[in-house]
């Protein structure tokens, strides 16, 4: 795992190196006692919410399969911003997806 306290982190597993785009989406690591965690922020910001959750729930399980092998006693989230979760991950499609996947959510209120 590559650098922590509110930084990007990379995470690398074999020939993959992956790291989100600064810009819009990071992932951050971070530990509070002795449990250890790390946070995929993603920002929703495309016409289409279905593909936003596509890329989504793809960044997730990616990095959950590769934080598997290199870190496995950190935990992944999803932070996402409450605007979206009203928007988008109230809906009932999305509801289920997350259910299946078992995906832990951060929520942030980014407009205070």
């Known amino acids: 795992m590559g ?18 785009d600064l810009a ?6 971070a530990e509070r006692g002795t449990e250890k ?4 922020i993603k ?7 279905v593909q936003d959750i596509k890329d989504a729930l ?7 399969v590769f934080l598997a092998e290199v870190e496995p006693d950190r935990k992944l ?4 911003s409450a605007q979206t979760h009203h ?3 109230r809906l009932e499609s999305v509801q289920l997806l997350m259910k299946h ?12």
């Open 3 to 20: 650098h922590q306290n509110g930084r990007p982190t990379i995470v690398d597993y074999a020939e993959f190196t992956i790291y989100a």
């Open 24 to 29: 819009a989406e990071r992932i951050i690591a």
């Open 37 to 40: 965690i790390a946070v995929e």
């Open 43 to 49: 920002s929703f910001r495309r016409p289409s919410a």
């Open 58 to 64: 793809g960044s997730y399980e990616m990095y959950q």
């Open 77 to 80: 989230y999803l932070a996402i």
């Open 87 to 89: 928007d988008v991950f």
């Open 101 to 112: 996947f078992a995906i832990p959510l951060i929520v942030v209120d980014i407009e205070q």
